[in-house]
């Protein structure tokens, strides 16, 4: 039903910055409950950040606060992650999601919530 695409990986060295985009389709539909997860070889998907259906309210992982921002532009349909001082460590394949606007916002840390799913985007950190 609803679609998400993820862009704006690539290679980058270590310190450097980076902006992931993620373009949601459904242009009637209500907007959702987003988040970014990533995923690393060997590792479990992991939870970075997330965002309300509005905007009003977000969430980041001790891992990345401070050097990472959510945001999103619902006039557009996108969501946005900002990664700034990057590190090796933030290696991974990074995907956007989406859960219903009716899901309550203090479970933006229930995965099994989210829905849909882009098809990822491969960020590799270099020295």
């Known amino acids: 039903q609803v679609q998400l695409i993820e862009s704006g990986g690539g290679l980058v060295q270590a310190g450097g910055s980076l902006r992931l985009s993620c373009q949601a389709s459904?242009?009637?539909?209500?907007?959702?409950?987003m988040a970014w997860f990533r995923q690393a070889p060997g590792k479990e998907r992991d939870l970075l950040a997330a965002?309300?259906?509005?905007?009003?309210?977000?969430y980041a992982s001790d891992s990345v606060k401070g050097r990472f921002t959510i945001s999103r532009d619902n006039a557009k349909n996108t969501l946005t992650l900002q990664m700034n001082d990057l590190k090796l460590e933030d290696t991974a394949i990074y995907y956007c999601a989406a859960r219903p606007p009716t899901t309550r916002w203090v479970d933006y840390w229930d995965a099994k919530q989210y829905d849909t799913w882009g098809q990822g985007t491969q960020v590799t950190v270099s020295s």
């Open positions: 459904g242009r009637t539909s209500s907007p959702s409950h």
């Open positions: 965002i309300s259906a509005l905007g009003g309210r977000t």
